[in-house]
């Protein structure tokens, strides 16, 4: 008797033709658009509370020095855009995971099931790797790097009382930073930082699609050094500390980059042998 089965390895659904798949991509752009304008409304309510959670690096970095946390509207449009571009980005962190679900729905059923199931745990840890990156960023590295810059200061506020005698005729130099430009110094350096913790997950779904290797990743390495190098030096102000900090954290996760791909290489090697289908590669 005939039956009507389908393999593990075979498509879900059927292919169905271009309109079908326009109007799926038109209904999951639409969604996902939604989304984002309403958490965007909803960030805009909010957002000098996000707006003083910024700001608290550059206060303590103040506060040590005896100074106030005052930063300057210099364009009478500059407090509305930085509202703006607050909301603009908290609504598209807000509704990142509805957007990513709605990518997901729209290529999920093009995708075989065993390649659903490798693919899902990147779409879930990148997210949260950008997540952990930001608040390294935030924790770490903007202290270090606004306590250096707010070490270009002098005058009376920014010294003791010995050297406030030693510079009576010395031009005083304070911050007074602007409200918007001090918002986007701190997003770029959240963006990058996210962005570097993307490593491990953008190098792991390469050796998951046999892109790279981890005996080739390990071929590299010095040329993946000199590029964390400059990644650090640009990425960071030219202060050793967090230069150095940031250095050991990018490469940190190159190595375990090698070492995600070499698991995955094993467990497809350990597969491909139950199989019986490795050819071990000739001397």
Request: hydrophobic residues 50%; negative net charge; contains cysteine.
């Amino acid at each position: 008797m005939a039956t009507n089965t389908q393999p593990d390895d075979e498509i879900d659904d059927s292919s169905a033709p271009l309109i079908e798949h326009l109007a799926e991509l038109r209904t999951r752009i639409i969604w996902s658009l939604l989304a984002f304008v309403v958490m965007m409304v909803l960030c805009y309510t909010v957002w000098q509370p996000i707006y003083n959670f910024l700001t608290q690096p550059i206060c303590a970095a103040l506060d040590a020095r005896g100074q106030d946390c005052q930063l300057q509207i210099i364009k009478l449009q500059e407090g509305f855009f930085t509202a703006i571009n607050i909301s603009f980005f908290g609504g598209f962190a807000l509704a990142f995971p509805i957007i990513g679900y709605q990518m997901w729905r729209f290529v999920a059923p093009g995708l075989y099931r065993k390649e659903k199931s490798a693919f899902l745990p990147f779409l879930i840890a990148s997210p949260v790797m950008f997540a952990i990156g930001a608040a390294f960023a935030y924790y770490v590295i903007l202290p270090m790097a606004y306590d250096f810059f707010l070490g270009f200061q002098q005058g009376p506020v920014a010294a003791t009382p010995d050297e406030m005698t030693e510079m009576r005729d010395v031009a005083g130099i304070f911050f007074q930073g602007s409200m918007q430009e001090y918002l986007n110094l701190t997003l770029k350096f959240l963006l990058a930082f996210g962005l570097s913790f993307q490593l491990p997950v953008l190098l792991t779904l390469m050796g998951k699609a046999g892109l790279v290797s981890a005996d080739g990743l390990g071929s590299v390495r010095r040329y993946a050094v000199v590029a964390i190098l400059v990644l650090a030096a640009v990425a960071t102000p030219p202060d050793v500390i967090s230069q150095v900090v940031l250095f050991v954290v990018v490469y940190g996760l190159y190595e375990v980059s090698i070492q995600l791909v070499r698991r995955i290489e094993k467990r497809r090697e350990a597969d491909l042998k139950a199989q019986g289908l490795w050819v071990e590669d000739e001397e």
